[in-house]
């Protein structure tokens, strides 16, 4: 099966149709109300195309789609204070004005597919810094769920345009990393992946880790105690990077998927956005290599 055919709505929908359907009338027990669009859970419309999300991420276990769907929708019903602002393209992720200075990532551009692209600065952020600002566990992993919320949305509406299911990239830049392991913010990410498990059901495409550190291995082992399974079979660690002196356009995944143009400066592209300095990322210069150097 091509990739194209693999991402067909219409035709993913009608091959999982009788789990679809087998998930819809369990839930309908639970209080939602059956409208024009589906299933009326309050924040979330639990139709055809959000059902087979929860299909494919479990995989065809009807009854373990049927607890993350429970799970879903308990947890944004819970946290709906901030939860609701994550469909708004304008919407500001909670604890932001304490922690948007410590940890670096946004959407930047996407793929030729419209695929969004979800870039991390990691040698931007400083573990030291951001629990010394008075951070806690708590609010690190909301604010990076909001993210993921938010993004989630992104895709659902590029998919519903499109008729395409759409996923996420993360590329995770380590460049000028100086990362020790940090258990609170393991704590803190590793529970956000396992809210995601439920929230988010394929939402990520592929995790792309670039300029992995020497030490990137024991790192690596010591996050796999936190991330969610799921979320650690969409990593992989990309070799074209540019501290290896190797083109970014000679990466598989660049040359088939993107446009050189519209990759970072900083991984090898040619963007540098609207501004001389290139900030392509949360305000940070392109070439930056200081965490305080931003607008």
Not at 93 to 116: F, I, M, N, Y
Not at 127 to 133: I, P
Not at 134 to 149: I, L, N
Not at 231 to 242: D, F, G, P, Q
């Amino acid at each position: 099966m091509t990739m194209e055919a693999s991402r067909d709505v219409a035709s993913l929908v009608e091959t999982h149709r009788t789990a679809i359907d087998a998930i819809r009338k369990i839930v309908m027990v639970d209080g939602a109300t059956e409208g024009e669009n589906g299933m009326d859970q309050g924040l979330m419309r639990l139709d055809d195309l959000v059902l087979l999300r929860y299909v494919l991420s479990c995989k065809g276990d009807i009854d373990q789609a049927i607890a993350s769907v429970r799970q879903g929708v308990e947890y944004r019903r819970t946290h709906r204070s901030w939860i609701e602002a994550a469909r708004d393209p304008a919407g500001v992720a909670p604890h932001s004005e304490l922690l948007q200075r410590h940890l670096v990532g946004a959407v930047h551009k996407s793929c030729s597919d419209e695929t969004p692209v979800y870039i991390v600065r990691s040698g931007h952020t400083s573990a030291g810094e951001l629990w010394s600002s008075g951070a806690s566990v708590e609010q690190v992993m909301e604010w990076a769920t909001f993210r993921k919320e938010s993004l989630y949305w992104t895709c659902d509406a590029i998919t519903r345009r499109t008729g395409r299911l759409t996923k996420a990239i993360y590329v995770i830049d380590m460049n000028h990393s100086n990362i020790v392991q940090d258990l609170r913010g393991a704590r803190a990410f590793g529970s956000s992946t396992r809210l995601s498990d439920f929230l988010h059901p394929q939402l990520i495409e592929r995790t792309v880790v670039l300029h992995p550190p020497a030490t990137f291995r024991i790192l690596f082992a010591f996050a796999k105690r936190f991330v969610s399974a799921k979320s650690i079979e969409k990593i992989c660690v990309c070799r074209c990077t540019r501290n290896r002196g190797v083109d970014i356009s000679s990466c598989p995944f660049v040359s088939a998927r993107m446009s050189p143009d519209d990759v970072p400066t900083f991984l090898g592209g040619s963007c540098r956005c609207v501004d001389d300095r290139g900030r392509c990322i949360a305000g940070i210069a392109n070439d930056s290599k200081n965490r305080a150097d931003r607008s």
